[in-house]
């Protein structure tokens, strides 16, 4: 059959100013033409990539004449991920549309629209391969785990799925785009003089899962609390393969199994393996296995993001996030000891005052060079925080704006005004990076494209008052304190 998978372009302003700065490979979609042995005809259009994205997918649908279209899209995609299966029914009527990803697997029933024929929760690539062999041999697609039929008595769809054994992971077909592409502002603690600052950058997944239960997130809730890690020798396989230099790993958490993190380390060693690396870590793990990440700096690891969230412990209580800011900080001065870079990841609450956010910008002033991120505190759907805040919601459609930027309950200063705010602290983050106090010189036209993007991206900011409607921009919301 002819397979067309396809990657949505966002429509919030806050994610095209961040893809700016980073646009990281369709890995969902590559894992998914995998999961097909090369029994299909499969394409990969990555919309993100197009100018002029409903001119170009419907190019493709032209061309092409796909016999199965599979789309997968984050929350704040959804419409957009509906929009695409009404215009392929229209353009190809015996086109059949799957639905996967992230707010397929949380909300199922927001996609299950007459014009999609099959949704897939969890990890796609089982239930893919089964609905697509199902299709080409013309049987009914009832009774596969983890699918949603619409229209169909789903029992099993308020179950959450859960995780497949990682072993059976396959290598996701990166030929299916250009790799170069696909590129990073890479974080360094003292970056080279004239060495790009956005060079390509492969996606790399070792592992499913987390061990923690920060109670915004939906992970715990879809590994069962495991974190399961993938066969050592596949994951350095799959990295010695790749052509980018650069490696950005999707994991939840890398480190967090010691054993697994330690063998691939040396596994990358003894291939002699030269990457440089970005990964994701916990403050608790930096300070509960120093070593690791030490090694893990002798083979290539650069940078790391680590979620700091909160400046206050009362705050990291609240979200059950399990350390506390001394924690955070004695964490990224032993990353720095190490010469590994940080980004520092900060929420805030819809409920912050000017105090608040005039105690956030001193916290991030005092610290020594850093990329910062900020997002709002917004649990994912299917969590009990997110059914805990539905009553407090104040848009009509807030899976529309689920991108964790935008506040979804009342502000307590008028939203107009806590947006100002907000492109004021992302403007600080930007210009805290190592990246500028090393004043190592980068080429010119980079330098251009980062001011640039640096530019856009707090101007998508404090514009963001006009993704509401237009009576919540301005105005009090005394009443919006904290909960």
């Not at 299950?112 to 697509?132: M, S």
């Not at 609390?225 to 958490?253: K, M, N, T």
């Not at 969230?309 to 004695?330: I, P, Q, S, W, Y």
Request: glycine share 6%.
């Amino acid at each position: 059959m002819r397979v067309l998978l396809v990657k949505p372009q966002a429509q919030l302003g806050p994610i095209l100013g961040l893809q700016r700065f980073q646009l990281l490979e369709p890995l969902e979609l590559g894992y998914l033409a995998s999961a097909l042995d090369g029994q299909h005809t499969v394409r990969v259009l990555d919309l993100r990539l197009a100018r002029r994205p409903w001119r170009a997918f419907a190019a493709a649908l032209a061309k092409f004449r796909p016999e199965v279209v599979g789309l997968s899209g984050y929350t704040h995609e959804a419409s957009t991920v509906r929009e695409l299966a009404r215009r392929t029914k229209v353009a190809l009527p015996g086109a059949r549309v799957v639905v996967g990803g992230h707010h397929a697997t949380v909300a199922p029933e927001d996609v299950a629209t007459e014009h999609v024929d099959a949704v897939v929760r969890g990890e796609g690539c089982a239930p893919f391969r089964a609905l697509v062999d199902r299709l080409s041999r013309g049987e009914p697609l009832s009774g596969i785990a983890n699918v949603v039929i619409p229209g169909e008595d789903n029992g099993g769809a308020g179950q959450w799925p859960r995780f497949p054994d990682p072993a059976g992971l396959p290598r996701p077909r990166r030929d299916l785009w250009d790799w170069r592409a696909y590129r990073s502002v890479w974080l360094e603690e003292a970056p080279q003089p004239w060495r790009s600052i956005v060079p390509p950058v492969a996606q790399v997944r070792t592992s499913f899962g987390c061990r923690m239960k920060c109670s915004f997130c939906i992970v715990p809730f879809l590994c069962g609390g495991q974190h399961l890690p993938r066969p050592v020798a596949a994951v350095a396989d799959e990295i010695a393969s790749l052509a980018a230099r650069y490696v950005y790993f999707s994991d939840d958490e890398n480190f967090i199994d010691e054993e697994f993190a330690a063998a691939l380390a040396d596994e990358l060693e003894r291939r002699r393996v030269e990457k440089r690396y970005f990964a994701w870590v916990r403050a608790t793990t930096v300070l509960r296995s120093p070593e690791l990440l030490r090694r893990w700096r002798q083979v290539g690891l650069d940078a790391v993001f680590v979620g700091f969230e909160f400046t206050t412990d009362e705050e990291l209580r609240a979200v059950h996030k399990g350390g506390t800011v001394a924690m955070n900080e004695r964490a990224l001065d032993l990353l720095r000891s190490l010469g590994i870079a940080v980004h520092a990841a900060f929420m805030l609450l819809p409920e912050y005052s000017e105090d608040d956010f005039a105690r956030l910008r001193r916290y991030v002033h005092q610290l020594p060079p850093v990329q910062c991120s900020f997002t709002v505190c917004t649990p994912s759907p299917g969590t009990p925080d997110w059914e805990a805040m539905k009553p407090r919601i104040w848009v009509p459609n807030p899976y529309e704006l689920h991108d964790c930027m935008h506040p979804l309950t009342p502000t307590r200063l008028p939203l107009r005004r806590f947006c100002e705010l907000y492109a004021e602290l992302v403007a600080d983050g930007v210009a805290k990076t190592p990246l500028r106090a090393a004043r190592r010189p980068i080429p010119p036209w980079e330098l251009w494209r980062v001011t640039m993007a640096a530019r856009a991206y707090a101007r998508a900011y404090r514009t963001m008052y006009r993704d509401y409607p237009r009576e919540l921009w301005d105005g009090g919301h005394a009443g919006a304190g904290r909960p």
